[in-house]
């Protein structure tokens, strides 16, 4: 009786065991699904050395509100730079039709990233900067500076505050995507790495950087437009 017993203990004990061994597979298994799902885009990234296709899939896909937040804020760090905030201001555009001005940049930044420099609205955004910056009397120098903050400031961004980091092949894609984009504004002396940009970007901050009212009265626009994004939280699911 006592062996029998023990024998019934003991297979009660293993059916335990194996049901629990099963339950923690499946909780293995769920876990490692989403994982893989989770980290998806970057293993996709990973395997492709398109610069177009890894921008479009970082800024429309992986981290679409971060990128949308960080060249938000690299263009209105530019406001900061007297050449740049005045010459905003005296256009009247950025002061009295602050959310066309917006709209105009995203669409016309959107283009190429969206549909490639060579196709049609790739290549009629670019021209379409082009005229519009052609207008005005624009140094190199500040031309590759509002570059850089499109480089150095959505890397920053999702590195400081996104779910993860950005892998160095993605840093890669997306300086190489606007390295592209500033070779057809006809930018010179486009820097030739991310370190090489932020660099430049540290550097010209720190000799550019001051004081100006015209530059404060554009920074106080954006800013009020800047307050009628919906917090993420509140953003559709």
């Known amino acids: ?7 019934h203990l003991w297979h009660k004990i293993n059916d335990m065991f194996q049901s629990m061994s099963k339950v923690l597979q499946r909780t ?18 990973a395997r ?22 960080a060249l938000s804020f690299a263009l209105f760090r530019t406001y900061a730079v007297p050449s740049i905030g005045e010459l905003l201001y005296d256009t009247g555009q950025f002061t009295q039709q602050t959310q ?9 930044l959107d283009a190429p990233i969206e549909h490639g420099f060579d196709s049609p ?16 009397d624009i140094s190199n120098d500040d031309m590759l500076y509002v ?4 480089v150095v400031c959505p890397v920053q961004w999702i590195n400081s505050y996104e779910w993860r980091a950005l892998t160095e092949h993605e840093i890669t894609g997306l300086t190489d ?38 530059s404060l009265a554009v920074a106080d626009a954006t800013l009020d437009l800047l307050g009628t ?9």
């Open 177 to 214: 995507y606007y390295r592209s984009l500033g070779k057809h504004m006809a930018i010179k002396d486009i820097p030739e790495t991310y370190a090489d940009f932020e660099r430049f970007y540290d550097d010209y901050e720190r000799r550019n950087f001051a004081f100006s009212p015209k």
């Open 147 to 150: 570059l850089s903050t499109f």
């Open 100 to 108: 066309k001005r917006y709209d105009d940049t995203v669409l016309l």
């Open 229 to 237: 994004f919906l917090p993420y939280r509140l953003l559709p699911r």
């Open 1 to 7: 009786a006592y062996r029998d017993h023990t024998t």
């Open 121 to 136: 609205a790739g290549r009629a955004g670019i021209r379409r900067i082009n005229q519009m910056h052609a207008m005005y």
């Open 48 to 69: 492709v050395d398109d610069p177009v296709t890894i921008a479009r899939t970082l800024a429309t896909q992986e981290f679409p509100w971060g990128n949308t937040q």
């Open 28 to 45: 293995r298994d769920a876990i490692q699904n989403r994982v893989a799902a989770r980290y998806r885009h970057r293993g996709e990234i």
